[in-house]
Nanobody, 125 residues
Framework: QVQLVESGGGLVQAGGSLRLSCAAS????????MGWFRQGPGKEREFVAAINWNGDNTYYADSVKGRFTISRDNAKNTMYLQMNSLKPEDTAVYYCASTLTRSGTHSNHRTYAYWGQGTQVTVSS
């Protein structure tokens, strides 16, 4: 059984920063590409960032490029999303997800097999 648990969400003022964590258990974390998605109020789930199995390949949505950084520490079975220069439009529930493929970075949510429960990020103006 795979479990992904997000943490680090909260309330922050516009221009501030947060770091989300995604702790994985239940299988070989380091073997698979992973990603972050978000769903804002009244919006569909959207891709945020993706990372391949060893962290040397990353991919970002245009809306977060230059502000967010995805990374992973395979020794700790944890993935991160550093979010800087936050904007009110970044307000959403953020989800981490894992694929069953080793290579590449993936923006299509259908590629992902396992999902966390989500963590709320609220950015006030």
């Amino acid at each position: 059984q795979v479990q992904l648990v997000e943490s680090g969400g909260g309330l922050v003022q516009a221009g501030g920063s947060l770091r989300l964590s995604c702790a994985a258990s239940g299988r070989t974390f380091s073997s698979y590409a992973m990603g972050w998605f978000r769903q804002g109020p009244g919006k569909e789930r959207e891709f945020v960032a993706a990372i391949n199995w060893n962290g040397d390949n990353t991919y970002y949505a245009d809306s977060v490029k230059g502000r967010f950084t995805i990374s992973r520490d395979n020794a700790k079975n944890t993935m991160y999303l550093q979010m800087n220069s936050l904007k009110p439009e970044d307000t959403a529930v953020y989800y981490c997800a894992s694929t069953l493929t080793r290579s590449g970075t993936h923006s299509n949510h259908r590629t992902y097999a396992y999902w966390g429960q989500g963590t709320q990020v609220t950015v006030s103006s």
